[in-house]
């Protein structure tokens, strides 16, 4: 491969990174094991990267031969871990804060209504431009950014940040509640 071929797949690389990941966990229901099957799809992507840029979705053919890696692993079998008497000497951190952000997250999306919530999963879940979120829900684009804009002063206006930063919130008609919603980006 050139020099240009290797930092055009450098490039993909990074931006699909995160989704590969998401996609893998899903896949796997193991963050290692998701970053494993991930790195795999992608080692197999760059062998055949000419050919993958020819495909017409970049994105969508490395996701298919992930899976097709994902399959691979059940059909070679083998035993990866090791029980050991001994555990390891490096503490593991709680994530029970975690479970109770996601709760707040989720019961502020499910408030939030249809098209609001899709756009912003969309965009912010599944890392979606604004264009093509319009593509896929048949609208114009400026009516996914004005949908956008308004989810997130939904969001802001129902206490969803102060909630995940374990603040106190107040709502927004006391004059108290606009240092709570002061910094958060629009």
Sequence with gaps: MSNADDDEFQTFMSSRWPSLVRTAYLLTGSHHDAEDLAQSALARAYAKWDKVRRSDDMAAYVRKIMIHVHADR??????????????????????????????????????????????????????????????????????VRSQITRALARLRDGGVRAALMEQPYETPSHRSAAPALKGMSR
């Design 74 to 143: 059940f059909r070679k079998l083998t035993v990866r871990e090791w029980f050991t008497p001994r555990l390891p000497d490096v503490a593991v951190a709680d994530g029970t804060d975690q479970v109770e952000y996601r709760s707040a997250l989720i019961e502020a999306l499910v408030a939030l209504p249809q098209r609001q919530r899709s756009v912003v999963v969309l965009r912010y879940f599944e890392d979606m431009p604004p264009a093509q979120i319009a593509a896929v829900l048949g609208v114009r684009e400026s009516t």
